[in-house]
């Protein structure tokens, strides 16, 4: 995985550069010494949210760590798109969005396999969008749930507590775009 390693190389970097020492980020991330060491050393990877902490400890974006700042791609290429996978999420991604600085939008495909829960309910700033491409979706927004199926779309304030799941035993694809950017 060429990408954790060098989401690793950066987290390093900029802590040494920064000046702090492993118990300085864990102190200001509420992540232990040692899952930090393991991140560093490229044998553990990361979940979104604990990367959303390095981020906000080092006061950078959380696109840091994937692109350069100077970067200007606007167009994304099929044979750019890579799937990956995010620690504790049995969803698959690819994301589509172009890369440069100031944009406030994240594209992605996000692949649920059958009978999952993409993560945990939860909230955070920002708008989520989704389109069904292939499959059922069922979105839980607070207390309601709605079924999301192939050529529906949802449009919903992220700032409400919220989950997917994938109800049938086939993979659900879904088409989604989110601010603020993630990655």
Do not use: C
């Amino acid at each position: 995985m060429e990408i954790l390693s060098e989401i690793a190389d950066k987290i390093k970097e900029l802590r040494k550069e920064k000046g702090y020492t492993l118990k300085d980020l864990a102190d200001k991330t509420e992540l232990s010494v040692s899952f930090l060491s393991q991140v560093e050393n490229g044998s553990s990877s990361l979940a979104i949210t604990s990367l959303k902490k390095l981020a906000d400890a080092f006061s950078v974006p959380m696109t840091y760590f994937f692109y350069s700042m100077d970067t200007h791609n606007y167009h994304v290429k099929i044979d750019e798109q890579k799937s990956f996978k995010m620690e504790g999420l049995p969803s698959e991604f690819v994301r589509l969005s172009g890369d440069f600085s100031g944009r406030s939008l994240e594209s992605m495909i996000v692949t649920i396999p059958g009978g999952q829960k993409h993560g945990h309910k939860y909230n955070h700033p920002g708008e989520e969008f989704a389109y069904v491409l292939e499959g059922v979706l069922i979105v839980e927004i607070e207390d309601k749930e709605y079924l999301v199926q192939a050529g529906d779309s949802i449009h919903y304030p992220s700032t409400m507590p919220h989950q997917w799941r994938n109800p049938l035993g086939s993979p659900v694809k879904i088409l989604s775009v989110i601010t603020p950017a993630v990655f």
